[in-house]
């Protein structure tokens, strides 16, 4: 086995500079997973709260997606010729999803990101759009349009093509959008119902509710980012179920296979249907799209996740954060702010000084657990356990960040 150290300075050696933040007691480096636990290449064993930025929601190295690799895989031909696997996981997702709506699947998150603005924009041409401030919707170049942080967009703002009006996230901001919206020709609004990155931020039902309001009412399509919320961890499918409300267009990705790289973008049939009847090319199409491989451990992993009845396991596991949060909330009122959840997806919001840096480092490094960073400053921890977490687990994780906040 290789050792970190040795590692780090091949990766530091190879690897475009600004990609890995590497110091003299971080990053530890992974060698594998299983379930919740992780290993490093030191032999040290962790126990997992951040589902890997939402994507392993099932656990890793699930012994379906080994079953499935043991029956051999081959690749896809995308746009060219269907595989079975991909129409199966197609006509899965439209149940899911609902009726009404269509689809067309991509890999990345900023692929579906994309997928839905330009389904947007074939049913409402403008280069104006709305979005809101914390938002993160991926890095390439239209997601990137509206995504907020200027720590992603600084050196490439000349690039960007969309004209993005950010908007707090906040119920209080609907009358300016209202205002926005009479006096602009605006082609979409794109929102995440619970903001990941900006430090779980969950958006008030009203807020959302208004917004589809203003969607209907100004006829232009309301994009629900659900690629950090969807396939379960709100306790439901998506978030638009959760908050019952049906957005015209919903970009996923992360959980839905829970392994492999699987997004995707379902819109309104009025909207999706747009794109015209193919004339044998798609004009918005990627090498792996539908990759059969992937569909098909994505179709085992929706029906792992059925199986395993996540609605109640999930509330069951909301209520255990929230019990042992609040708790200690109520211990370090002077270093804990907020405490904030949906489902399986907390944020606990730090006082400054307290960096969740700091906090998510410490965690790693003393008590072998791993949650993440998070926050425009940096101001909360993200802890996001697996579905298949167990109570005794849940427990240790918050005695451990208890021993953790002692400290600071
Ligand atoms: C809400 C949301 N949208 C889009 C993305 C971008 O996804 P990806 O990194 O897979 O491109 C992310 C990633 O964190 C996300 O959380």
Known sequence: MILREELLKI?????????????????PVFTGAEGIKVYDSEGNEYLDFSSFFGVSFTGHSQSFVKEEAEKGFYHGLGDLIPSEE??????????IIGKGYRGVLSQNGSDAVEACLRSAFLYK?????????????????????????????????KLLPFETKFFQYSVNSIPEIKDFLKNNGVSAIIIEPVQGRAGIRIAEKEFLLSLKKLSDEFDLPLIFDEVFTGFGKTGEYFAKDYFGIEPDLIAFGKALSGAFPLSGCFGKERIMNL????KGEASFTFT??????FSRVALRNLEFLEKLNFRKKVREIESLMKKGLSGLKNKY???????????????????HPIDSFIVFKKLLNEERIITLPSGENGETLE??????????????????????????
């Open 11 to 27: 990766l530091k050696s190879v690897e475009e500079p600004d990609f890995t933040f590497v110091e003299k007691d971080f990053p």
């Open 86 to 95: 991909k129409i199966l996981l197609m006509k899965k997702l439209s149940e």
């Open 125 to 157: 041409w403008s280069k104006k759009i709305i979005a809101f401030q914390g938002a993160y919707h991926g890095t390439s170049l239209g997601a990137l349009s509206v995504t907020y942080s200027n720590k992603f967009r600084n050196r490439f703002e």
């Open 275 to 278: 794109w015209g009847k193919s």
């Open 288 to 293: 792996f799209s539908g990759n059969p491989f």
């Open 333 to 351: 009122k002077n270093k804990i702010k907020e405490v904030r959840g949906i489902g399986v997806i907390w944020g606990i919001e730090l006082y």
């Open 383 to 408: 802890v996001l356990p697996s579905v298949i977490v167990e109570e005794k687990e849940i427990k240790k994780f918050i005695n451990s960040l208890e021993k953790i906040l002692e400290t600071l």
